[in-house]
Nanobody, 128 residues
Framework: QLQVVESGGGLVQLGGSLKLSCTTS????????VGWFRQAPGKEREGVSC????????TYADSVKGRFTIVRDNAKNTVYLQMSNLKPEDTAVYYC?????????????????????WGQGTQVVVSS
């Protein structure tokens, strides 16, 4: 499976912003759909956002709509998750993954078509 690397997490106050990055040196992102996920302590991993290729169609979980933006920069081979107006409930480890199938129903990235390993993730902590 392919390997991706997440970065950009940190500690931020309520209402603050962070920009997460997902990148790899092994393959070209522009051939795949990319999703961001998060896992809070004691909870299951949940989908946050997905962006397809080549249309750049995006999907978001209801909990982050209007606050998070997913963007792909194919020249830099990076997918970003811009997070603003952060809340304590956004505290989690954030992961990215790549997929070969995208549907415009539901989350978008078809979970059964993941072709990358889950990386180390990047920790986001929002303090109140």
């Amino acid at each position: 499976q392919l390997q991706v690397v997440e970065s950009g997490g940190g500690l931020v106050q309520l209402g603050g912003s962070l920009k997460l990055s997902c990148t790899t040196s092994e393959f070209r992102f522009n051939n795949y759909h990319v999703g961001w996920f998060r896992q809070a302590p004691g909870k299951e991993r949940e989908g946050v956002s997905c962006i397809n290729t080549p249309d750049r169609y995006t999907t978001y979980a209801d909990s982050v709509k209007g606050r998070f933006t997913i963007v792909r920069d194919n020249a830099k081979n990076t997918v970003y998750l811009q997070m603003s107006n952060l809340k304590p409930e956004d505290t989690a480890v954030y992961y990215c993954a790549v997929y070969t199938v995208f549907t415009r129903d539901g989350f978008g990235c078809d979970y059964s078509t993941r072709v990358s390993n889950w990386g180390q993730g990047t920790q986001v902590v929002v303090s109140s």
